[in-house]
Nanobody, 120 residues
Framework: QVHLVESGGGSVQAGGSLRLSCVAS?????MGWFRHAPGKEREGHAA????????YSASSAKGRFTISQDNAKNTVYLEMNSLKPEDTAMYYC????????????????WGQGTQVTVSS
C-alpha cells in the first residue's frame, strides 16, 4: 500500500509562488500532481518517473510549474510560479506502480489534497 501526504498549499496573490511537497511511503513507479477546481474535472498537471526524473507536463503548466523529486526523502515537489487566479484548486499528489503520464486512471493511490488559492 502506498501512503501519500501533501503539504505546501496556501493563499497567495497573483504572480506569487508556492512549492507543494508530497511524501510517499511504499513503492512508486511514477508520481504526479493533479488539480481539481470547483465545477471542473480533476486534471493532471505534471508527473515524473521515480528515479529517472523523466517528466510529463500539461500545456497549462509548462513554463510555470516544475515537478522534481528527492529520492532520499521519498518526496516529489511541484514548484509553482507566476500563479494565476485560475490556478485556484485542490491539488492532489498521486502514485502509480506501472504507468505514468497525466491520466487520472493511471494512478491508484491518492493523497488527501492541499488547497491552493490565488487572489487577483
Amino acid at each position: 500500500q502506498v501512503h501519500l501526504v501533501e503539504s505546501g498549499g496556501g493563499s497567495v496573490q497573483a504572480g506569487g509562488s508556492l512549492r507543494l511537497s508530497c511524501v510517499a511511503s511504499g513503492y512508486t513507479f511514477c508520481m504526479g500532481w493533479f488539480r481539481h477546481a470547483p465545477g471542473k474535472e480533476r486534471e493532471g498537471h505534471a508527473a515524473t518517473y521515480i528515479g529517472t526524473g523523466s517528466a510529463y507536463s500539461a500545456s497549462s503548466a509548462k513554463g510555470r510549474f516544475t515537478i522534481s523529486q528527492d529520492n532520499a526523502k521519498n518526496t516529489v515537489y511541484l514548484e509553482m510560479n507566476s500563479l494565476k487566479p485560475e490556478d485556484t484548486a485542490m491539488y492532489y499528489c498521486a502514485a502509480a506502480r506501472e504507468d505514468c503520464g497525466l491520466l487520472v486512471s493511471n494512478f491508484a493511490h491518492w493523497g488527501q489534497g492541499t488547497q491552493v488559492t490565488v487572489s487577483s
